[in-house]
């Protein structure tokens, strides 16, 4: 994976970042005690009116029903003044009470949006059971497929659009997998595969 820190790439258990020194007890030292999140859609900063949150439900249904092993949460949150986005993705990811003790490392396949409307940015990570087939260059993708409807305060539709995309392409992994499993065919959708499990982007 790469640290949320430094942006370096380093070893996907190792407590401290052999790049940085960064490490989880250290970000929990500084941030105290996590939001309890809500399981789909978080909204601290009270950015969606009732028919987006409603929007948004129904985009995280529409993915879950699609990939029943995937789970897709948002958060909509400043980011605390003593940290940056990713980082502040990596703690709610980690420390938001979203995944069970049961999905650890590989059953780890959450999604995690998080939106800083005030920052006009919007971070997305994902657990390590979904890493080998989402690169960092895909889920960027994903992003920006939000970006118009963000750029035009339209919050809700933005997430929506961007975890169709996510949607669409998990389809076409599944697909590439089908077909290799059935043919023979050499499975091309880790061909640039990136051990990267998490990306931000400015809108
Ligand atoms: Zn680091």
Request: aromatic share 6%; charged share 20%.
């Amino acid at each position: 994976m790469r640290c949320p820190a430094c942006q370096q790439e380093t070893f996907e258990t190792a407590d401290l970042c052999s790049q940085c020194g960064f490490s989880l007890p250290a970000l929990e030292k500084l941030m105290g005690f996590a939001p309890n999140l809500k399981p789909d859609v978080t909204d601290m900063a009270g950015e969606l009116s009732k028919k987006e949150l409603n929007m948004v439900r129904k985009g995280i249904a529409r993915l879950e029903h699609r990939f029943p092993q995937v789970r897709c949460a948002v958060v909509i949150s400043s980011t605390p003044p003593n940290i940056t986005l990713p980082l502040h993705a990596f703690w709610l990811f980690n420390k938001g009470g979203l995944t069970s003790a049961l999905e650890r490392g590989g059953a780890n396949r959450l999604v995690l949006l998080v939106l800083d409307p005030e920052a006009e940015k919007l971070a997305c990570m994902i657990g390590y059971g979904l890493e080998p087939f989402v690169s960092e260059g895909r889920l960027l993708a994903s992003m920006q497929a939000a970006l118009a409807s963000l750029a035009s305060g339209e919050i809700g539709a933005g997430i929506v659009a961007c975890m169709d995309h996510l949607g669409t392409h998990l389809a076409e992994v599944a697909e590439s997998l089908h077909k290799a499993f059935d043919t023979g065919e050499e499975y091309q959708g880790l061909e640039n595969l990136e051990t990267n499990n998490a990306a931000a982007l400015a809108f």
